[in-house]
């Protein structure tokens, strides 16, 4: 279906443009490369100072001493920061109002809750000073056991999973459905806390001025952080200027504002100066986010002819032991396989460590890698290909509501790579590929999926008399290209060349653009960018169209078009006015329009919105040693309207290395007698490297989805990693005869 997008939301004006759907480079591309981009660190103010954690080194316990004179007797350190003298706040940083709010530990008290807790901040003239200052505390600490581990703690059913999801969810008979199958398979799978670790690490470079709050620092939602901000310092939003122009990564862990930021803050009200606040490597594991472990047990049965009769998935997951977040593993159950009977249920252990919070995909990746490793065993079990199993069960519409969704594009994402893939050459049995140096070769598919979020956002558009334009939005550019792909909706929506359109961004004083999270936020601002468009062309046609003088005087019933800075007439165009002539009559510099973005009610409680994916992987295997390498990956995926191919490709490469980097590599590894990670650094936190993922491909299947927004965009940065965990899983089996059940896969596994 062609989506005709109208210029305001009325029939009469229709926006036409050329900018969506192209492959630019770029914007903010050259500044990065020569280094002139400046992110949150790279703030000097004047008579700034610096501030570096003192974090716990036991999990759970108190701080029983800390040497504060002999770090302050360092001739460099300005003052320590502890629960004795901290600044007051105007709120509890252990309150919560709403499902977005986590509790912050801002040395309010002495107590130890996980490792790498902030028990104090050193803050002095250099940051050499503020480290030695640092190390000078010599903390003494009452320690207790730490709790480690899923079952390190009693286990208990939460009220909710994710954000507002029940954690006990069903339709049909399940019971009934496995026991009338013919065929069965049950199979727990495991997989293992991971924590952020984008190029940039969290900081802050905060300065006060009275009541007045200027901060530097990386945000995924400057809205929501200037919220928090206010309501923990008890001054209005406004008095807080957030600047974020470039975020080196966030994953979700930037999301919210974060203990440590706050705590620069702090530092910098209690000195009465600037404060640069800066996260080592080490202290990003606790008190920012993490994703949680899971344990999850799948129970599924087919009938003789291979059709699924039952879905059971059960997931145990862990949060810490003072605040709420349970990875909603098991809802991956919810949106892909038809079954006539489905349940998914949840269970938590409380532990000794940081809040786990939302990491790319949460749920969807953790929930997605054991849920399509055991479709590939029920495949199996039936003696039927695994792509041949997909098709014959994946949904129609959405398993759980039965709400129409999108699903031809799956079957045409299954089509495509496939086809490019070759597939049909896959033996069935495993073990029967080896390549040219005897290595063990396999193929698996993984199914990719991933809801087409919205959230809430604003803009600001202008249009001048040179001719140019000006967007305005508080949008995030987490290195995705954000800026890039919405100057060019941008651009469409003012009838603009995109070099006569300036972008403006990264800033709290613009409208409010949401939260970069959920890969809904070029849907999300997009939509707002739209709409601020089509309302400042709607002022402009409105001045011309009334106006005798006018080529378009009249054509109020006929309308306008909006094309290479002129207003058309539709039943006649070339009868047209530009953009500078209109205003220069109408004696105004510059008129403007504002657009909100948000999702349609009515369309989403009649429709399920989702992006779908198919990723084919293949994994040579090292028949004495076990030693896996990923040599090719082919994912074919449909996401709603494209605005930068370029742009979007790389997200998909980005998602789908992370899938081999879950299934393979990712793991924090606990010291169950400490509590503390042991592999708290880039060094022995494993992630790929190129040499890793030699072969990467990413088609881009074209889907028209008219009911998602009135853009047609769905997210492209989270659906990657969905399709590619399983699919590697799968093809180490289909290499080895192992079903691995243990993430990463360890060489171990294939061996014992």
């Known amino acids: 279906?062609?989506?005709?997008?109208?210029?305001?939301?009325?029939p009469a004006h229709v926006r036409q443009g050329s900018s969506i759907g192209q492959p630019l480079i770029r914007r903010d591309g050259f500044l990065k490369v020569t280094g002139a981009a400046r992110y949150a660190a790279d703030n000097h103010p004047p008579g700034m100072l610096y501030a570096v954690l003192a974090v716990s080194s036991i999990a759970r316990g108190r701080v029983a001493w800390l040497d504060v004179e002999a770090a302050k007797a360092h001739g460099g350190v300005v003052e320590v920061m502890t629960p004795e003298n901290r600044p007051p706040l105007a709120t509890d940083?252990?309150?919560?109002?709403?499902?977005?709010?986590?509790r912050l530990d801002l040395l309010q008290n002495d107590r130890i809750r996980y490792p790498n807790q902030t028990?104090?901040?050193?803050?002095?003239?250099?940051?050499e000073a503020a480290t030695?200052?640092?190390?000078l505390l010599s903390p003494r600490y009452e320690a207790q056991s730490?709790?480690?581990g899923l079952d390190g703690a009693e286990s208990f059913v939460p009220g909710g999973v994710g954000i507002g999801s029940p954690a006990v969810h069903h339709k049909g008979d399940v019971e009934a459905g496995l026991k009338s199958a013919a065929t069965r398979i049950e199979a727990t799978y495991q997989t293992p806390a991971q924590y952020h670790n984008a190029m940039e690490p969290h900081a802050i470079v905060a300065a006060w001025n009275g009541d007045s709050l200027?901060?530097?620092?990386?945000?995924?939602?400057?809205?929501?952080?200037q919220g928090?901000?206010?309501?923990?310092?008890?001054?209005a939003p406004q008095d807080i200027h957030i600047r974020s122009p470039f975020l080196g990564g966030g994953f979700g862990s930037k999301g919210m504002i974060s203990g440590p930021q706050v705590l620069g803050i702090l530092a910098a009200r209690l000195v009465g100066r600037p404060v640069k606040l800066v996260l080592r490597r080490e202290q990003m594991f606790g008190p920012v986010g993490h994703r949680a472990p899971t344990r999850q047990t799948l129970r599924i049965g087919m009938d003789g002819e291979g059709q699924l009769t039952a879905i059971d998935h059960h997931a145990k997951t862990a949060t810490s032991t003072f605040d709420d977040f349970f990875e909603p593993a098991a809802d991956a159950s919810h949106t892909l396989y038809a079954s006539p009977a489905i349940a998914t249920s949840h269970e938590a252990v409380r532990l000794d460590t940081g809040t786990p919070l939302f990491m790319r995909a949460p749920g969807e990746a953790t929930g997605s890698i054991a849920l399509e490793s055991a479709i590939d065993e029920a495949a199996t079990a039936c003696g039927m290909d695994p792509l041949e199993f997909r098709l014959r069960n994946y949904a129609e519409v959405e398993p759980m509501t039965g709400k129409p969704f999108s699903s031809k594009a799956l079957r045409e994402c299954y089509a495509q790579a496939s086809e490019r893939f070759g597939w049909q050459r896959r033996p069935l049995k495993p073990r029967q590929m080896r390549d040219k140096d005897g290595f063990l070769t396999g193929w698996g598919i993984g199914t990719a999926t991933f809801p087409a979020i919205m959230f809430q956002a604003e803009a600001r558009a202008v249009l001048r008399a040179d001719g140019s334009g000006l967007m305005e939005t508080g949008a995030q550019d987490m290195g995705q290209g954000a800026w890039t792909a919405f100057a060019q909706i941008a651009a469409d929506g003012l009838g603009l060349d995109i070099d006569q359109v300036d972008f403006r961004a990264g800033s709290s004083d613009l409208p409010n653009a949401g939260i970069a999270g959920g890969s809904g936020h070029t849907a999300t601002a997009g939509m707002a960018i739209h709409n601020a468009g089509a309302a400042v062309i709607t002022r402009l046609a409105a001045l011309a169209t009334s106006h005798e003088a006018s080529q378009l005087f009249g054509a109020d019933n006929e309308g306008v078009l909006a094309r290479g800075g002129r207003l058309h007439r539709r039943d006649d165009e070339s009868r047209s006015e530009s953009y500078g002539e209109i205003l220069a009559r109408a004696g105004l510099a510059e008129i403007d329009g504002?657009?909100?973005?948000?999702?349609d009610p009515a369309s989403r409680e009649a429709y399920a919105m989702h992006a779908h994916g198919a990723v084919f992987a293949e994994v040579k295997v090292d028949p004495d040693f076990g030693q896996i390498r990923v040599t090719r990956l082919v994912g074919a995926f449909a996401a709603g309207r494209v605005i930068n191919p370029r742009l979007v490709r790389s997200q998909y490469y980005g998602g789908m290395i992370w899938g081999v980097s879950f299934a393979l590599h990712e793991e924090a590894v606990t010291d169950r007698r400490s509590g503390r990670i042991q592999n708290a650094n880039l060094a022995e936190y494993h992630i790929p490297v190129n040499a890793d993922v030699p072969s990467v491909e990413a088609l881009l299947v074209h889907e028209d989805d008219p009911y998602v927004n009135a853009l047609g965009i769905k997210g492209v940065g989270e659906i990657g990693i969905t399709g590619t965990a399983g699919a590697v899983a799968n093809a180490v089996w289909h290499a080895t005869g192992v079903r691995p059940r243990r993430f990463p896969i360890r060489i171990e596994d294939l061996l014992g």
């Open 1 to 10: 279906m062609t989506l005709e997008l109208s210029l305001n939301q009325q």
């Open 214 to 225: 200027s901060i530097d620092t990386p945000s995924q939602g400057l809205a929501m952080a």
């Open 228 to 235: 928090r901000i206010a309501g923990l310092f008890g001054i």
């Open 93 to 102: 940083p252990d309150a919560k109002n709403n499902p977005f709010m986590f």
């Open 594 to 599: 504002r657009g909100t973005g948000t999702p």
């Open 132 to 135: 030695e200052g640092a190390a």
């Open 146 to 148: 730490p709790r480690v």
């Open 119 to 127: 028990i104090a901040v050193v803050i002095a003239e250099t940051l």
